[in-house]
């Protein structure tokens, strides 16, 4: 089994900052890529950015130039440093890891439980 645990989400004022962590933890398993979603209130959940085993990124353009994620491979955690928030950055951010176990060639969806960024004006 997969855990992710994510953290360093909060209340902040627009203009400001949040770095958010997520340690993926567990046994048996490689990660393919690492993820960040927003669920905005009323919304769907959506991406945020997205880092590949091989360092590649994807953001969302509405936070390009303004969101970095990045990955530490040897604690399995990756981060998403938020900068100029604004308030529609407002919502349940939610981590996802896709991993392959063992030797299986199938790739499965893990999701961390969801950390609260709240933007103020």
């Known amino acids: 089994q997969v855990q992710l645990v994510e953290s360093g989400g909060g209340l902040v004022q627009a203009g400001g900052s949040l770095r958010l962590s997520c340690a993926v933890s567990?046994?048996?398993?490689?990660?393919?890529?690492l993820g960040w979603y927003q669920e905005a209130p009323g919304k769907q959940r959506e991406l945020v950015a997205r880092?590949?085993?091989?360092?590649?990124?994807n953001y969302a353009d509405s936070v390009k130039g303004r969101f970095t994620i990045s990955r530490d491979n040897a604690k399995n955690t990756v981060y998403l440093q938020m900068n100029s928030l604004k308030r529609e950055d407002t919502g349940l951010y939610y981590c996802?890891?896709?991993?392959?176990?063992?030797?299986?060639?199938?790739?499965?969806?893990?999701w961390g439980q969801g950390t609260q960024v709240t933007v103020s004006s």
């Open positions: 996802h890891a896709r991993v392959r176990h063992g030797s299986e060639l199938s790739l499965f969806d893990y």
């Open positions: 880092i590949t085993n091989g360092g590649s990124t």
């Open positions: 567990g046994s048996g398993f490689s990660i393919n890529r």
